[in-house]
């Protein structure tokens, strides 16, 4: 069964760095992109950023100038960084598989496989 | 445009039908995709591309796409079906992702 395991530091202080890790089980990295996406208390998903196996990225513009996201092949692992936290920043934070294939002259883009999940509190 | 708007809430009564919907650009070019999720709970993929639903997704849940519209259409809604709702999918760029903003489907 593939499974995303996700880790890291779940307390900070506001201009402290994020760090956060996952590892993909039951399959390879090659071919899929691996996102990074946050959801403050009570509100809907913000799509961080992503890298593929090859380690080409695409950001949030909103968050470009704090992210950062490196992968490790050897180690089936992902990671994100995120400077200067604020308060702002208190979120779950998640890890995704996403697949991207076209069909009848469209791309279609899924996010099929999830971490559980890492509650990340920015407080002073 | 980036952006994909959803109806913030939506209800149904139980064993009724209903659709939820998302607007947007990039829906012109891309599929969406559609996720359930709980409260305390990671996403779930429930509908890919035209209208795939990963293995294990009941096929009361369907899925729709017309011009810069896709929707989410449950058949005969069940009271475990109450959640929040996203589509996603890449903006017109192809460069980022986008999600709706969610909406809450409530089953009465």
């Known amino acids: 069964q593939v499974q995303l395991r996700q880790w890291g530091a779940g307390l900070l202080k506001p201009s402290e760095t994020l760090s956060l890790t996952c590892a993909l089980y039951g399959d390879s990295f090659t071919g899929y992109y691996l996102s990074w996406i946050r959801q403050p208390p009570g509100r809907g998903l913000e799509w961080i950023g992503e890298?593929?196996?090859?380690?080409?990225?695409n950001y949030n513009p909103s968050l470009k100038s704090r992210v950062t996201i490196s992968v490790d092949t050897s180690k089936n692992q992902f990671s994100l960084k995120l400077s200067s936290v604020t308060a702002a920043d208190t979120a779950v934070y998640y890890c995704?598989?996403?697949?991207?294939?076209?069909?009848?002259?469209?791309?279609?883009?899924?996010?099929?496989?999830w971490g559980k999940g890492t509650t990340v509190t920015v407080s002073s | 445009s980036s952006e994909l708007t959803q109806d913030p809430a939506v209800s149904v009564a139980l064993g009724q039908t209903v659709r939820i919907t998302c607007q947007g650009d990039?829906?012109?070019?891309?599929?969406a995709s559609w996720y359930q999720q709980k409260p305390g709970q990671a996403p779930v993929l429930v509908i890919y591309?035209?209208?795939n639903r990963p293995s294990g997704i009941p096929d009361r849940f369907s899925g729709s796409n017309s011009g810069n519209t896709t929707s989410l259409t449950i058949t005969g809604a069940q009271a475990e079906d109450e959640a929040d709702y996203y589509c996603?999918?890449?903006?017109?760029?192809?460069?980022?992702?986008?999600f709706g903003g969610g909406t809450k489907l409530t089953v009465l």
């Open positions: 890298i593929n196996h090859s380690g080409s990225t």
């Open positions: 990039s829906l012109r070019s891309y599929y």
């Open positions: 995704a598989r996403g697949s991207m294939t076209t069909a009848n002259y469209y791309y279609f883009y899924y996010m099929d496989v």
């Open positions: 591309g035209q209208n």
């Open positions: 996603n999918t890449r903006d017109s760029s192809g460069n980022h992702v986008v």
